[in-house]
């Protein structure tokens, strides 16, 4: 049996290495960006200090939504995906935003998740605890306190006398307060699934790796899929059979693919002449992100020299909404401008975001065009509500001592509309392929990330997420390309393992 897998980024690079597991499975993984071999990594990708966005990008760019801004919202574009060039922060979120999956597919509640995020992990510092993994693929890592920066120690100080608790692990079930953000890093340097998955598997005869393609679309013959055409680098066209095909392309690309091999809206391909295939009304519709707001401020205490972590502490709380208490992130940054003026950034993240306002529709029929995206950041009421009842919360831990007396906030961040002006992608993006069952009308795959209506097509990556995790996304896609591709090869993916 052949497997082409499209798109070698964080799920891909999953789903590649555990089929391959089963030598009567041929996989060919397609991937646009480079391989770096191990040892071979660029410094700025292989530290794990910040985010990637100058190279290895795909250069996407969205319209905000409620303000009519064009916003850089990245995505890796190298073999391992946006996990090389992510900012490293292995969260998970809570327990109960797993359990609304529920609502959407069955046998995903909080229960059937939990051993998937211990299978995953080797927790360096509280692997012993019930909740945790201390043998899985992907280390995590956290600073101690006596290392952090002093603006990182002031601020967990501040946010103990505004009335937060400590918390020594941001994974724990219950988990809210200020404490030491988790990492998939270790002595500074990036722990990816290209690095932990894929590399190791790559000696595998049924396994291989194709880099510097693009991925076109999928063939059909009736509705069942029965190969891949890509171009390659140099603009020849490339067609690969296949008896199944597993799209990972992420949340932008992967229903542009599915839009340009003729499954979406009809609506959607008619003007662009791409004929209809199957007609599912949820591709390229309902996506969820994380709104984030930034706050910023001069500092007078030292920061040191680059490179240097960006991040070493977080801040959770939950903000009332309409009576409803949901969960915001409060994570600060270091940095230095151009003339060496050392400033914070306190981002906000709306972590118990609720809108559903994303679409992604195709620019044209070439697979070279970039999607076009418009996120829909802060429509939702709620969303909006919780970014201002978390901004208030965030300044008033900077006005708290002993943060406050080396804080001096840049202007204008007061205005009421703020979030709404300035606000931009945390780069969570899921959902524009989401899980349902049959009857739904918006779902597009189902609980083992099968396309519904059509033969071999499968999606295993960040778009089918029907509930977006109250967190960053990126350990939730390694578990759940872990289940699905457990799934696929008849084992117990939608089950707990
Ligand atoms: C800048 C940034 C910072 C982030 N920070 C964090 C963080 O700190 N913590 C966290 O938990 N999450 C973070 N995330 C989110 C997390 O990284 C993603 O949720 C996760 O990596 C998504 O995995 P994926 O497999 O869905 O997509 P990706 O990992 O993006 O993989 C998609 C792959 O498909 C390839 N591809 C796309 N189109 C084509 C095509 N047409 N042909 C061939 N190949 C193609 C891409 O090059 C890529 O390799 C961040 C994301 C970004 C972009």
Redesign the pocket.
């Known amino acids: 049996m052949r497997v082409v897998i ?7 690079c999953v789903t590649a290495a555990r089929l391959s597991e089963d030598p009567g499975i041929e996989v060919v993984l ?4 480079p391989h770096y071999t191990p040892g071979n990594w660029p410094a700025e990708l292989s530290h794990a200090f910040r ?3 100058e190279s290895h990008d ?1 250069d996407y760019f969205a319209q905000a939504g409620a303000s009519p801004r064009l916003v850089h919202v ?10 090389v ?7 998970r979120g809570l327990p109960e935003h797993y359990d609304e999956w529920n609502d959407y597919v069955d046998g995903y509640d909080w229960t059937s998740w939990l051993p998937w995020f211990r299978a995953i992990e080797r927790d360096v510092q509280f692997g012993d605890r019930d909740y945790h993994g201390d043998s899985g693929p992907i280390p995590i890592t956290r600073y101690p306190r006596d290392d952090w920066y002093p603006l990182f120690e002031r601020f967990a100080e501040a946010a103990l006398r505004a009335g937060h608790r400590w918390t020594d692990d941001h994974n724990a079930p219950d988990a809210a307060g200020v404490g030491p953000t988790p990492f998939n890093m270790l002595d500074g340097i990036r722990q990816t699934p290209a690095d932990h998955y894929l590399d190791p598997a790559l000696t595998r005869p049924n396994l291989t790796l194709v880099s510097g ?3 076109d679309r999928i063939r059909f013959s009736g509705q069942t899929a029965v190969g891949v055409e ?1 171009l390659a680098a140099d603009g020849s066209q490339i067609a690969i059979d296949a008896d199944h095909v597993i799209v ?4 932008y ?1 992967s229903p542009a ?1 599915l839009m340009r091999s003729g499954v979406g809206p009809a609506e959607a391909l008619t003007p662009h002449g791409i004929p209809l295939v199957h007609e599912l009304g949820g591709v390229g519709n309902g996506m969820q992100d994380h709104p984030k707001v930034s706050y910023r401020f001069w500092i007078d205490t030292p920061i040191p020299a680059w490179p240097h972590p960006w991040i070493q502490v977080l801040l959770t709380a939950y903000g009332e909404v309409g009576g409803d208490p949901r969960l915001f992130q409060v994570m600060p940054y270091v940095g230095q401008d151009t003339a060496g003026h050392r400033f914070t950034e306190f981002n906000l993240q709306v972590a118990d975001a609720r809108g559903r306002t994303g679409t992604i529709r195709l620019q044209g029929r070439d ?1 070279r065009l970039q999607p076009v995206l418009r996120m829909g950041w802060l429509e939702d009421d709620g969303d909006r509500t919780l970014s201002v009842v978390g901004g208030e919360e965030l300044m008033r831990v900077a006005a708290t001592a002993p943060l406050a007396d080396v804080m001096v906030p840049w202007p204008n961040q007061d205005d009421p509309d703020h979030a709404l002006r300035t606000v931009e992608t945390f ?2 993006v899921v959902g524009s392929l989401r899980m349902g069952r049959a009857d739904d009308p918006t779902a597009v795959v189902d609980a083992d990330g099968r396309v519904l209506g059509l033969g071999g097509v499968y999606c295993f ?3 089918v997420i029907p509930r977006i995790p109250s967190a ?4 939730a ?1 390694i578990a759940l390309a872990e289940r699905l591709s457990a799934a696929f090869r008849g084992g117990s993916g939608t089950r707990a393992r």
């Open positions: 499209c798109g070698a980024g964080t799920a891909g397609l991937e646009a960006g985010i990637i966005k795909w990245p995505r890796g574009r190298v073999v391992g995906g946006s996990s060039t992510n900012a490293t922060i292995a969260l393609v693009t991925c890509a990972a392309l992420g949340t690309a693919l697979p780069h969570h990556d960040a778009s960053n996304t990126h350990l896609v």
